[in-house]
């Protein structure tokens, strides 16, 4: 159902041109449904489940810029710890290829070795600096969280959809949207087990909040 970062690419804020009217709940309902259909592979599979939406107060975990920044690290981390897999597997192999009596194919292969731990190296440290500029965000935007500050309303939704095989699946996201429910500020995955849902999100914050 959902590509890379389901709803990373609809974080922008979203006019949503709604009847001033319209009943909060019924508002709700409206924002959740536009929202979703938007990214479903089988929009016309969409079926509304339950819809529900309460108070939003300031904290890091409904921070636009905090989320965005451990959705980034999270993305580093996995990509971090694919490099440091083939830097070992490069050192590995110029383990085998090192001795005093090498052949000269033995030295190219070390050569090689070499090269590649020195690419992946600097990769890394790329990487590193990545990492410390979103986990500084982090930390900076914790600094402004006021429990006390209204900031919206946070729209709980589940609703039922096919993914790419037909097999119909429930989902479970979240959507946080101004005081007037006028623009959706932020979206998250809710699934408890999913890789970029916002328990994932929530511990990657605490670890950078943690370290400090």
Not at 8 to 37: D, H, T, W
Not at 187 to 203: T, W
């Amino acid at each position: 159902m959902k590509p890379k970062h389901l709803f990373y690419f609809i974080l922008i804020a979203i006019p949503l041109l709604l009847s001033g009217c319209q009943s909060r709940e019924k508002k709700a309902k409206a924002i959740a449904k536009k929202a979703v259909q938007q990214i479903l592979t089988d929009a016309s599979s969409y079926e509304p489940m339950l819809t529900q939406v309460d108070s939003a107060f300031s904290t890091i975990y409904l921070d636009p810029e905090a989320v965005r920044a451990a959705y980034a690290l999270n993305d580093l981390n996995s990509e971090e710890e694919a490099l440091k897999s083939e830097y070992n597997s490069e050192k590995s192999s110029a383990a085998i290829w090192s001795g005093p009596y090498m052949s000269n194919f033995g030295k190219e292969n070390l050569r090689q070795a070499n090269e590649k731990m020195n690419e992946i190296s600097e990769k890394l440290k790329k990487i590193s600096d990545k990492k410390a500029k979103q986990e500084q965000i982090i930390k900076d935007r914790n600094k402004n969280v006021d429990p006390t500050k209204f900031i919206g309303w946070f729209i709980t939704h589940r609703f039922r959809c096919a993914n790419g095989f037909g097999t119909k699946l429930i989902q479970d996201v979240g959507f946080l949207v101004d005081e007037n429910m006028e623009n959706t500020l932020m979206a998250y995955d809710l699934d408890e087990d999913s890789d970029e849902g916002i328990e994932k999100l929530k511990a990657i914050i605490d670890d950078v909040i943690e370290a400090e």
